[in-house]
């Protein structure tokens, strides 16, 4: 006989299965190989007093400070362990549980039913020639070229801003930032490109949005997390799908000494007042993607924690999108100039598709594509 520890599996059903795991078991056992952790902020004490016994009860854990017991402080900040059949319990236990329990358990049954989304890699073309990578700036013809290169590289979607979202970027009117976009529009509509690749417009400027949805794109990439209502009554109009990226303050003020209470807190609560709002007007989450905003009003230790805890945003039901290509937190970690990045980047967004991101916005297609696929391979 002979035993060793197995490594993470990415599909434990399916390890199930290929032991020949009675069917009706498979799904079961399943559940108690996925260990889960919940953080809960500002839990009621009498409430976390609560939960600890009947997580113990169970076999699961709440690890809380020393003081709770003694109830030392009205609310505590906690962190829930167990497996996914531990938190289905759980989810329907604390339904009966006074002190704000009943919040717990809606919030875990949310949590636990996230969809799943083919992962797809998002190629970046910058029709300017301002953004921070020089290696992403093209126009007209020479854009034309990348896209078709993207495409071949396995690029699924393609996005193209004509203004630079760097911090301290400058302002561009609506007139220059169409009259940079409008050639490679009328090229993509002439060569029907939109029939071999998912083209995103990367702007906030309706003028520019509208002109780029009548060339064929289907998806717009809103750094504002939309904002301004006309985009979302445009992703409407034409069908298209709408990104909504969260950003504290403007690509001008946003890394002067950004600040949060709690910065997973702040994002999610931004994207659920932002889906509310784009629902009441009447577009679906399926047509919704959240990007957090990596480098968009972050610090370093913000950047990190939301790429720890990508896993979150799918309770919401949308495609995740993760866009952490070359930039400056890789030189934050290990000094690096922007066309040194690359195995930085990788790192990064293959951490970000573990926990739970689908699209992958980058400037270096093919060197993601095998990542990809490695990546798959060992999972």
Known sequence: MNMYKLGNMADKKEVLKALDVESG????????????????????????????????????????????????KPTYDCILIGTRKHMEVLSKKELAQPFGLKSVAAQLKKLLSTKTYPTQIMGVINANDDSFFEGSRFIAKDAISQIKKMIDEGAKLIDIGAVSSRPGADMVSAEE???????????????????????????????????????????????????????????????????IMHMQGTPQTMQKDPHYDDVMVAVSDFFEERIAKCEALGLSRENIILDVGIGFGKTLEHNITLIKNMAHFKVFG??????????????????????????GTLTIHLKAVENGANIIRCH????????????NALR
Do not use: W
């Not at 890789?330 to 922007?338: A, F, L, N, P």
């Open 318 to 343: 949308c495609e995740v999108l993760v866009g952490a290509s070359r930039k400056s937190m890789i030189d934050k970690i290990i000094s690096s100039k922007t066309e040194e990045r690359l195995p």
């Open 25 to 72: 078991g498979v799904s079961i056992m399943a559940k108690k190989m996925e260990l889960l952790y919940f953080f809960i902020k500002d839990l009621k004490t009498p409430a976390a007093n609560i939960l600890k016994q009947d997580a113990l009860s169970i076999g699961a854990e709440l690890a809380v400070p020393g003081g709770v017991i003694l109830c030392e």
């Open 177 to 243: 930032e169409l009259g940079r976009i409008k050639p490679i529009c009328d090229i993509i509509v002439s060569e029907k490109l939109y029939e071999q690749v998912t083209f995103s417009i990367d702007s906030y400027t309706p003028l520019v949005v509208e002109y780029a949805l009548r060339s064929g794109f289907t998806l717009i990439n809103d750094i504002t997390g939309a904002s301004d209502e006309s985009l979302i009554k445009l992703a409407l109009k034409y069908e298209a799908k709408l990104c």
């Open 364 to 375: 270096d297609v093919a060197e993601h594509t095998q990542a990809l696929k490695v990546l």
